[in-house]
């Protein structure tokens, strides 16, 4: 973990309100793993002050730069979306454990359920699983069409099928994308592993999707989190049978066993 100060290159906006901001970060985008994140702040801008947890989403590790997608829903989120490039951020990064990827061999076949914004940990992921000749096929859900505008970026990294579904049905099939799953898996699909990234509700209904199904799954879980590193205490998580665990020490990516997704808000 290194506290970076480091340069706004170009944004790429993707839809109103969500676009990714490219840094300038050689060290983090040569080091950084799939599913880690950083905690993101502009001095003497961000309100409040805390920094705010973002996936790093992709890296170009030529040029040196990092990738994160940005959905603005608040002070601080709209405060990333004034940078223009050349603008200072400070990063503190890279946080978190990462994506198991390295048991998995060539014609081997995961699923990646992504629910909005919550796609963004997998560009990074998909790279690697693609240099391993690893199939993914890609699940995207989100309420509208808009949800789904990261498609012109991440559809091009995705091995095997994607299906997309949306709550009112302006892009791909009406409905949500746990149900798309759950109709592939119930007509025979397999899957090496399931990884996931999205809303609590959506890890309820994919927790049941793969109870009992014997597939190995990773859950990104995006707890509200005010430092990174367990000194907070704001991004715990109830454990089965009590207690709490510290998202961002022993996560983000858990287990979904890991979690009594019945007691999450």
């Not at 040569?30 to 003497?44: D, K, L, S």
């Not at 004034?82 to 994506?99: S, Y």
């Not at 907070?232 to 089965?240: E, S, T």
Request: charge should be positive; hydrophobic fraction near 45%; aromatic fraction near 6%.
């Amino acid at each position: 973990m290194r506290d970076i100060k480091a340069r706004v290159t170009s944004r790429t906006d993707h839809a109103p309100g969500l676009f990714s901001l490219h840094c300038s970060a050689p060290d983090l985008a040569a080091g950084v793993r799939a599913g880690q994140f950083a905690m993101i702040g502009v001095e003497g801008r961000s309100r409040p002050f805390l920094r705010r947890a973002f996936s790093v989403a992709d890296v170009d590790r030529h040029a040196g730069t990092v990738e994160f997608l940005v959905k603005v829903v608040g002070v601080g989120t709209a405060c990333l979306s004034a940078l223009v490039p050349g603008e200072e951020v400070a990063l503190l990064a890279p946080l978190g454990n990462a994506f198991t990827a390295s048991d998995l061999a060539r014609g081997d076949r995961v699923a990646i359920v992504a629910g909005g914004v919550g796609v963004a940990p997998f560009p990074l992921l998909l790279r690697e699983l693609g240099s391993r000749g690893v199939v993914a096929d890609l699940f995207f859900g989100g309420r509208s069409a808009p949800d789904l505008a990261y498609r012109a970026k991440i559809s091009p990294l995705v091995t095997g099928a994607e299906k997309d579904a949306t709550d009112d049905g302006t892009a791909g099939e009406p409905g949500r994308v746990t149900d798309l799953l759950a109709r592939t898996l119930g007509g025979g699909g397999g899957y090496r592993r399931v990884y996931a990234c999205g809303p609590t509700p959506m890890f309820r209904s994919l927790a049941r999707v793969l109870d009992g199904k014997g597939i190995a799954a990773e859950f990104s879980t995006e707890a509200p989190m005010g430092c990174g590193f367990g000194v907070c205490l704001a991004c715990v998580l109830p454990k089965p049978g009590g207690g709490f665990l510290v998202s961002c020490q022993e996560g983000p990516i858990l287990a979904p066993s890991a979690v009594d997704w019945s007691r999450c808000r």
